[in-house]
């Protein structure tokens, strides 16, 4: 079965930098695209990030753009977010999502 496991979160101070990751076995991870995303609070899930098969595209949402950075590592069916710049508002559990499947999610907190 399709398996997705996330670490990387923590708390860190605005204006820091965090590299989460997500590791996926269970199922052919080259073949399909990959996306995270996050929630918070009192809030609806959100799509953060995007990146296809081969890694060659990404898209990201408007509030992470040019701070969050999405790759892929398909020899080690890994899937990664390097977060720079964090904002208090960035503040959520963040999800790694592939089809319908859902990792556990890892907590990120952005807090002086």
């Known amino acids: 079965q399709v398996q997705l496991v996330e670490s990387g979160g923590g708390l860190v101070q605005p204006g820091g930098s965090l590299r989460l990751s997500c590791a996926a076995s269970?199922?052919?991870?080259?073949?399909?695209?990959m996306s995270w995303y996050r929630q918070a609070p009192g809030k609806e899930r959100e799509l953060v990030a995007i990146i296809v098969s081969s890694g060659s595209r990404t898209r990201y949402a408007d509030f992470v753009k040019g701070r969050f950075t999405i790759s892929r590592d398909n020899a080690k069916n890994t899937v990664y977010l390097q977060m720079n710049s964090l904002k208090p508002e960035d503040t959520a559990v963040y999800y790694c999502h592939v089809g319908e499947d859902w990792g556990q999610g890892t907590q990120v907190t952005v807090s002086s």
């Open positions: 269970g199922f052919s991870f080259s073949s399909f695209t």
